[in-house]
């Protein structure tokens, strides 16, 4: 039988015992190799074994628990989809989500890791009685051809054969034994088996079969010794992806790209509802702590939410949603209208918050409905064992939200609860005394709290690069009333932004699209840069070294004080 390196068929790879946590096994099949790992959460991850960076193995790479991290230039690649998460290069940016590693499907059952180098086919369960105890034998790797492997099994008393490498042999009815071949390559073999075995006789039963497939293994060696080398497995070309090949519109603005199910809705603190996204089938897309997505609800609104979960963590995400009493009607709707089993759209999600993870400490601040983008930051930090403090602004204990997890972090989880504004001051001020080089301090809440630890932070001489902010919305009077020329540099295009209407609008009028999230200049999604002219900035979310440069700008909100402004759009 010709070996093909893309051959559908299912094979084990490895044994469940081959995983345990925190560790990662070097799989091989067919002349691929991979890296096999198994996540906290319980999830196998079988993997192309190469970085996307230097193409190091991963499998010498260092399993956190929710993400694998390169041990040669510390790229991390996230649990289930392979989603690059981290480049340590461009620590203070979110990598692109299309930066993703290869990925094959895998079963565990009975005991072993089953993998297919083939995309599409389905998983065929061929151990049909659930009722066995299985016991995984030691597996046997062997120099020689998987067919005479397979050739010399067959001939064993009993055997017959069950698939393209696998065999069963009955010397005793009530206790089958199935045996495998993982062909590794054109001239090497794992002989792999399971055998029905009770507690008690486990022990016999693999010194027995070790023995067997040992003698089994110098009779092929010595065969295979005197036959020339078969030829190496030809290379498969990559079949192009069903995304490639229909080149689908890149989806921008508020695009529309991912149906969910509202899974769960629970409350999570007094006024705050945890609402669990799950995806129609398969999981959702790589995100790095401190994304949010864009949800569509029902009335025609469209929400921003940050995204809770830890990393890899993508069978659904978690959001929580805030009663607000002087809400226009989004969050309403999210918390009144929207029921559990219900179908709503959301966008990939996005990062403008992105957390470095070369900080030698971290400091987290949040109040309120701000501890959303913070726990899932301090989910990643406290995964890869990141020292960090995550101070919790809250009125009461009963309105600190998602606390059961929050209490996971042990003593680096510091809860503020009912403090004045001069408490609160004074205890960001102790926070932030005695700035140190790569101390980096995230905030997330209401505006009032940005601007103090900002102040505080300056006035401690915490650099404006470690000060990172996110504000939820730009409380900000803007003022629309000027009016100016905008030069579209790549596009040749002059347009005239009129008094009432921004130049993101300008823009989409004349047929250019520009991404979008928020349109109230507090998520960053539209920075564009400035090439010429002199920016009106009415944004939240550019620092004030920032705005002086004048190099970039908010789109949706900003305009110019200059009568022109050229963009590099
Ligand atoms: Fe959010 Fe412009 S779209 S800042």
Not at 31 to 38: K, L, P, Q
Not at 317 to 338: F, N, T, W
Request: proline content about 7%.
């Amino acid at each position: 039988m010709t070996l093909n390196i893309d051959d559908p068929d299912w094979y084990p790879i490895a044994s469940s015992t081959d995983l345990p946590f925190r560790h990662v096994f070097h799989g091989q099949l067919l002349g691929r190799e991979f890296a096999v790992w198994r996540a906290d959460d319980g999830n196998v991850n079988v993997w192309e074994n190469r970085c996307l960076h230097r193409g190091v193995r991963l499998s010498i790479g260092i399993n956190e628990g929710a993400e694998l991290k390169c041990q040669y230039h510390g790229w991390r690649y996230a649990n289930r989809s392979a989603g690059c998460t981290y480049i340590p290069a461009h620590p203070a940016d979110a990598p692109a989500r299309r930066i993703t590693n290869r990925t094959y499907p895998c079963r565990e059952a009975h005991g072993l890791i089953w993998a297919s180098n083939n995309q599409t086919a389905p998983f065929v369960d061929i151990l049909a009685a659930p009722t066995h105890s299985w016991l995984a034998l030691r597996p046997m790797p062997v120099n020689a051809e998987p067919d005479a492997v397979m050739a010399a099994l067959l001939a064993w008393p009993n055997a017959g054969a069950v698939s393209q490498y696998g065999l069963t042999v009955t010397t005793d009815p009530a206790r089958p034994v199935h045996v495998f071949v993982q062909p590794v390559d054109a001239a090497r073999s794992v002989i792999r088996g399971l055998v029905d075995a009770p507690k008690a006789e486990a022990a016999a039963l693999l010194s027995q079969f070790n023995s067997r497939f040992s003698a089994e293994r110098d009779q092929l060696e010595r065969a295979a010794a005197r036959r020339p080398a078969p030829p190496a497995l030809e290379p498969g070309f990559e079949k192009v992806s069903a995304e490639l090949s229909t080149m689908p519109e890149i989806a921008i603005g508020r695009g529309v790209t991912i149906n969910v199910r509202i899974a769960r809705k629970w409350l999570v603190a007094e006024d705050v509802t945890g609402v669990e996204l799950a995806p129609l089938s398969g999981h959702l897309p790589t995100f790095q702590p401190g994304a949010h997505i864009d949800l569509h609800l029902p009335n025609g609104m469209v929400r921003q939410y940050s995204v809770t979960n830890g990393p890899g963590e993508l069978l659904s995400y978690i959001i929580g949603v805030k009663r607000e009493p002087a809400s226009r009607g989004g969050s309403l709707c999210l918390l009144d209208i929207v029921r559990e089993g219900d179908l709503l759209a959301m966008s990939e999600p996005r990062n403008n918050f992105p957390l470095r993870r070369d900080s030698t400490k971290t400091i987290l601040i949040a109040a309120g409905i701000g501890i959303t983008p913070l726990l899932s930051m301090a989910t990643a930090l406290a995964k890869s064992d990141l020292p960090f403090q995550l101070h919790y602004f809250s009125r009461s204990e009963k309105h600190l939200a998602f606390a059961d997890q929050l209490a996971k972090f042990g003593v680096s989880f510091m809860p503020h609860l009912g403090l004045s504004r001069d408490a609160i001051a004074r205890t960001i001020a102790t926070t932030l005394d005695g700035y140190e080089f790569s101390q980096h301090v995230y905030v997330c809440g209401p505006a009032g709290l940005l601007e103090l630890v900002r102040s505080i932070a300056a006035g401690f001489g915490w650099p404006e690069e470690a000060v990172h902010f996110e504000y939820f919305k730009n409380d900000r009077v803007i003022d629309d009333s000027s009016s100016f020329e905008i030069v579209l540099s790549r596009s040749a295009l002059t347009l005239q932004v009129p008094a009432g209407k921004t130049i993101l609008q300008t823009m989409r009028d004349n047929g250019v699209q520009v991404p979008s999230s928020c349109e109230q200049g507090a998520c960053g999604t539209c920075l564009t840069s400035v090439i010429e002219g002199v920016p009106d900035h009415q944004d939240v979310y550019l620092n004030e070294t920032e705005r002086a440069g004048n190099s970039c700008m908010m789109t949706c909100v900003s305009r110019a004080k200059s009568a022109r402004l050229v963009l590099d759009i």
